[in-house]
């Protein structure tokens, strides 16, 4: 394959014998070095070489001033703002930031267009009046401030123009404006200068000046690269620019133009794959490689439509790429240390006293803040454990190790909104962090990105008094990490090429793989980020959104021309605004399907494999059965027993391994601390009452005390947490109409004639099981709400918070209560009895639930039924808890047999 490049060159040297007299002009200074590499190659002997230079270079040696950066653009416009006397209500640096930077990219494409600033801006003040006619009453003062502003243009313009001068510098469009009228005076002093521009395609109109007025001297010659299948097609895009420039230059009317090709309609191989997601592009891409030789890997270029997919593609290379050039850089915004100061910044924006937990812990369990601060783990289990929502600086660091105390400070301590104070911290941190990081790895090459980007801010914030509050450093922060990148080191003429869209100007590739080739990426599209609306261009002759396609077309269609193999990739899942469609491009070479051109389209999805898994399972080893043992020994509690009945493995977790749930801090109040909280209420209500009969006053006097005792139970169960506002309060609430709703029931049943003796409440039980088939003694333990007499019945009663219906503590058949969960009311209803029954002898009471959530059904006595219509037995008697502890000993023997193992349930 014979590159444009070195077409040029050989057709460049039939005129010229001294290359090193010329001029050589490109789109950008990656083509100049392969310009650059390929005289080189095709040098035989030593010789001076060539001036090879970027249109932008040249431009800026046309105007004699340098093409400033973007953000010091920002600060020095904002002078220029504040200079500007014609606009009366001026935006303070922060809401001025937000607009300007799309009115300041305004002005530079007028600029580069050569378009007369007065007209255009007098147009666009009538446009934006013309806006406001919908306006039925007299206009606001609102109204005409905004009015004024764009009538104020033409002298904010200036003032830009002037303060930048003044300094010799200018933004890029004020650059080429600037080279396109000192260009006679350029020409005039190097009359002998021979200028060859190669491989451009869109120009505004002041690089046409520039190309056109040096054409005109006789010594300059400009190298198109397009391919005849295009230049032809007067519909086809790709050439739009192209035959523009030819058709209406000057110069072309005696002049035949170089170089247009004939290489499209040449024989290549198409495939087009149709993948899930981006990740499926980098595995795909990197599959490919996988099969592709040395040789062929060096004759491979990978451009990126969409650039976020650079990294992924790197960490899915194989290992036959032995060398790799990739042209681009990643962009800072893109690594985890910027999410840190981001949550940082994000922190500190809050006009708060006290920092939200989690946003602590999210800045702490950073890998940099594990780095910052070792003792993370700490931290947050002291806020899990005091159950704290809302801490200050102060708090925080009494809850760390003093050694720590002086870093958590540092990253939480009030900024008080001050802008110095944001910018010093940010620096500090990265100092102690570049400290900790090995100097050669990427982290540490990020950091050193990041102190650069913070020194920049900082130099500015010296210079210019605009930043005034943590919000602005952070609007800066954001800007210049997403600009800045972090360049990568290869070897740019060999082995793979990793590469943009514009990086791929001039350069020719056998193999070819385009990424991310989707509607909307590739080409992207329309964007309005512009206060010029569409007729104001179309009268001025600035580029439309259709032009822009063009440019995108133009370097589709121009990687194409000399591959032989290119493969296109688009993603086909539909998700966000990503709908997942393929690009008009990969129509567009199906419907002008060249009769040299083989296409192949393949449709890639993965590999689903269903496994089927069966229930786990797991031994009782020795040290397991010694577990079982030890609790055993100590009791069975009725839930432990439950837990089990429920799912085996639950118990195995539980309470052989004795592992618990994951300890966080509890914001809103869960349902078992509001069944402890009013569980501790009524106990604290009914204790002194034990052995006394339940009288009116009594339940009375606990109704006015029920929001202190509740308050008291929340401030010691739920602690550190807030109740005054939003769910908790409303759970709160909830807790109270509880107990009212149950003492209101006590006293409709005192007020009946209802006798109710307190025997018991809150007591501890315990009961040991004889079991003979056991060598070790067994016993059940557990708690008991409350034990009464109603009207001398003795009743056993466990309150639950929850919703339990009648249904849920009756029994038809014995066996089904230690095989479903189901049953589970049931069964730790009569282990409480079956324990009571080692105090207080039982015969014929009642037990049963009083649910909170169904306290209209009242006390749901425990009962046994031979079918599912017949009359309950809801007497518990000798022969009930004899039956019960039949039950209860087959459950114990199975969890005690060492021969059969703990098996998942398969629960529904």
Not at 60 to 70: T, V
Not at 93 to 107: G, K, P, R
Not at 288 to 317: C, F, M, Q
Not at 890 to 899: A, G, H, Q, V, Y
């Amino acid at each position: 394959m014979v590159t444009f490049i070195q077409e040029t060159l050989a057709d460049i040297k039939k005129s010229f014998s001294d290359l090193s007299e010329i001029t050589f002009v490109l789109p950008s200074k990656r083509a100049g070095g392969f310009l650059m590499n390929e005289l080189k190659k095709e040098s035989s002997k030593t010789q001076f070489a060539p001036i090879i230079c970027s249109i932008e270079e040249l431009v800026e040696e046309l105007s004699n001033l340098k093409i400033i950066d973007n953000t010091e653009l920002l600060f020095k416009s904002y002078e220029a703002y504040l200079k500007t006397a014609a606009i009366i209500a001026k935006d303070d640096f922060e809401t001025y930031s937000t607009w300007a930077t799309t009115l300041l990219n305004d002005f530079n494409e007028i600029d580069r267009y050569l378009v007369e600033p007065k007209p255009f801006f007098s147009y666009l003040a009538n446009i934006k009046t013309l806006e406001r006619w919908g306006v039925k009453d007299e206009k606001t003062e609102l109204i005409n401030n905004y009015l004024k502003f764009w009538e104020s243009l033409p002298s904010f313009y200036e003032n830009i123009q002037t303060l930048l001068l003044n300094e010799n510098i200018g933004y890029q469009g004020m650059v080429y404006r600037e080279a396109a009228s000192n260009l006679e005076h350029y020409i005039t002093s190097e009359k002998n200068k021979k200028h060859i521009f190669i491989g451009f395609n869109a120009l505004n109109t002041a690089e046409q000046h520039i190309i056109q007025e040096l054409l005109e001297t006789g010594g300059t010659k400009v190298y198109w690269d397009t391919d005849l299948s295009f230049y032809e097609d007067t519909k086809h895009s790709a050439s739009y620019f192209i035959r523009k420039y030819i058709a209406e230059w000057n110069y072309f009317q005696n002049e035949k133009p170089k170089f247009i090709s004939e290489n499209f309609e040449k024989p290549k191989n198409f495939q087009f794959v149709e993948v899930q997601k981006n990740v499926g592009q980098a595995k795909y891409v990197g599959e490919l490689l996988a099969s592709l030789s040395e040789e062929e890997i060096s004759k491979t270029a990978i451009v990126l439509g969409d650039e976020n997919l650079l990294v992924p593609l790197i960490y899915s290379l194989p290992e036959n790429v032995k060398s790799l050039n990739i042209t681009m850089g990643v962009s800072l915004k893109n690594f985890p240390a910027v999410v840190f100061f981001e949550l940082l910044f994000a922190i500190h924006l809050q006009s708060t006293e006290t920092f939200y937990y989690k946003d602590i812990l999210s800045v702490l369990n950073h890998p940099l803040g594990t780095k910052l601060v070792p003792n993370t783990s700490e931290v947050s289990l002291s806020l899990t454990r005091g159950n704290i929502t809302h801490i200050s600086s102060k708090d925080l660091t009494a809850l760390s190790d003093n050694s720590e105390n002086s870093m958590l400070l540092l990253l939480f301590e009030d900024w008080k909104d001050n802008s110095k104070t944001a910018i010093e911290t940010s620096l500090k941190i990265l100092e102690v962090l570049l400290k900790k990081h090995k100097s050669s790895s990427v982290e540490s090459a990020v950091l050193h990105q990041l102190n650069k980007v913070f020194s920049k801010i900082e130099a500015l914030d010296q210079k210019y008094p605009y930043l005034q509050s943590i919000k602005s450093v952070g609007t800066l922060f954001a800007e210049l990490t997403s600009t800045t990148s972090l360049d990568f080191e290869g070897d740019a003429y060999s082995g793979l090429q990793l590469m943009g869209v514009l990086e791929t100007r001039v350069l020719d590739f056998e193999n070819v793989i385009i990424t991310s080739v989707n509607e909307g990426i590739f080409p992207s599209g329309k964007s309005n980020a512009s206060f010029i609306t569409y007729d104001l261009k179309q009268h001025f002759k600035l580029p439309l959104y259709t032009e822009k396609d063009a440019i995108y077309t133009y370097h589709f269609y121009r990687l194409l021309q000399r591959a032989n193999n290119v493969i296109l990739l688009y993603n086909s899942h539909s998700e966000g605004i990503n709908t997942g469609e393929k690009s008009r491009f990969i129509r567009q070479l199906e419907i002008d399907k060249q009769p040299n051109h083989i296409i192949e389209k393949r449709i890639l999805s993965p590999k689903v494999q269903i496994k089927a898994q069966g229930l786990k399972q797991i031994e009782k080893t020795g040290a397991v059965m010694q577990r079982i043992r030890e609790i055993a020994e100590k009791g069975f509690s009725p839930s432990a027993l439950t837990s089990y009945i429920r799912n085996p493995l639950d118990f195995y977790f539980q309470k052989i391994l004795r592992l618990n749930q994951f300890e966080e801090v509890e914001e809103t109040v869960a349902a078992n601390t509001l069944g402890t909280i009013v569980h501790d209420t009524l106990e604290t209500f009914y204790v002194p009452l034990e052995g006394t009969l339940l009288s009116i006053q009594n339940l009375k006097d606990m109704k006015v005390e029920i929001h202190d005792e509740v308050t008291k139970q929340f401030k010691i169960t739920f602690k550190g947490g807030t109740f005054n506002k939003g769910k908790n309060l409303i759970i709160f609430e909830v807790a109270k109409r509880y107990i009212s709703n149950f003492l209101d029931r006590e006293i409709a049943d005192v007020e009946a004639g209802n006798d109710i003796k307190i025997i018991k409440i809150e007591t501890n039980l315990t009961f040991d099981v004889p079991i003979q088939e056991l060598d070790f003694p067994v016993k059940i333990h557990g708690k008991v709400d409350r034990v009464d007499e109603y009207n001398g019945q003795l009743r056993i009663i466990d309150y639950k918070t929850g919703s339990v219906n009648q249904g849920d503590v009756e029994l038809i058949e014995w066996e089904e209560l230690t095989q479903d969960y189901k049953f589970s009311k049931a069964f730790q209803v009569l282990a409480y009895a079956l324990m009571m029954n080692g105090e207080i002898p039982i015969n014929n009471a009642e037990a049963g639930i009083i649910s909170f959530k169904n306290l209209g059904s009242g006390f749901l006595k425990f009962g046994t039924k031979t079918s599912a219509y017949s009359k309950r037995d809801q007497q518990i008697t000798s022969v009930t808890l004899e039956t019960f502890t039949v039950e209860l000993k087959k459950l114990i023997l199975e969890i005690c047999d060492p021969n059969i193992p703990f098996i998942e349930k398969e629960i529904a």
